[in-house]
């Protein structure tokens, strides 16, 4: 199962919105609305911030939206605030009864 | 609230085994099927392995199929992963993490232990 598709780095300035995407097949990404992504800090456990392609955990900021695509994720993070500066992973479940995550994209907010 | 805590990492050489611990708590542990996820060093997040919520649906990744066995005890409210025939490649950060009930991903996660492969 190759690994899910994603730019290795965005970056934009505060108030403004980036959207990073994440690329898959027709067996993961493209079969399921079971897209996810999470928000990771250096040393720190991955945060959930969207499951099921768009929906938001409870008490997550709604700066954070999510759609799919045929094959392909996006998420856009909208007012981008410096606390925004992370890693940016996306995992869909696949068609193999596993899960494959992207390569993760760090957001620079400059 | 839910926690959620590995334990049992450590430094191991090449083709030996380690077997990893996550106690968990603050949530029914029996209706909640749980994940391993790993992170190598500067390397972004792979999935390792999963087990149901009745322990009778497991489900791994290529890369530790018929090295990696997953378990979990319910009296105890622990998940466990064996890790056997270790490489060099397999040296990372392994997370546990609680299954999102009918979402196929995973909302609570630990701080993980790092297993170290190397002679």
């Known amino acids: 199962q190759s690994a899910l598709t994603q730019p290795a780095s965005v970056s934009g300035s505060p108030g403004q919105s980036i959207t990073i995407t994440c690329t898959g097949t027709?067996?993961?990404?493209?079969?399921?609305?079971?897209v996810s992504w999470f928000q990771q800090y250096p040393g720190k456990a991955p945060k959930l911030i969207i499951y099921?392609?768009?929906k938001r955990p409870s008490g997550l900021s709604n700066r954070f939206s999510a759609s799919k695509s045929d094959n392909t994720a996006s998420l856009t993070i909208s007012g981008l605030q410096a606390e925004d500066e992370a890693d940016y992973y996306c995992t869909s479940y696949t068609s193999s009864s596993t899960w494959v995550f992207g390569g993760g994209t760090k957001v620079t907010v400059l | 609230q839910v926690q959620v805590v590995e334990s049992g990492g450590g430094v191991v050489q090449p083709g030996r085994s380690l077997r990893l611990s996550c106690a968990v708590s603050?949530?029914?542990?029996?209706?909640?099927?749980m994940h391993w996820v790993r992170q190598a060093p500067g390397k972004g997040l792979e999935w390792v392995a999963a087990?149901?919520?009745?322990?009778?649906?497991?489900y791994y990744a290529d890369s530790v199929k018929d090295r990696f066995t997953i378990s979990k005890d319910k009296s105890k409210n622990m998940v466990y992963l064996q890790m056997n025939s270790l490489t060099n490649e397999d040296t990372a950060v392994y997370f546990c993490?609680?299954?999102?009930?009918?979402?196929?991903?995973?909302?609570?996660w630990g701080q993980g232990t790092p297993v170290t492969v190397s002679s």
């Open positions: 027709s067996s993961d990404v493209g079969a399921y609305n079971y």
């Open positions: 099921e392609v768009s």
């Open positions: 603050g949530f029914t542990f029996s209706r909640y099927g």
């Open positions: 993490a609680r299954d999102l009930r009918d979402s196929w991903s995973f909302d609570y």
């Open positions: 087990i149901s919520d009745s322990a009778k649906q497991i």
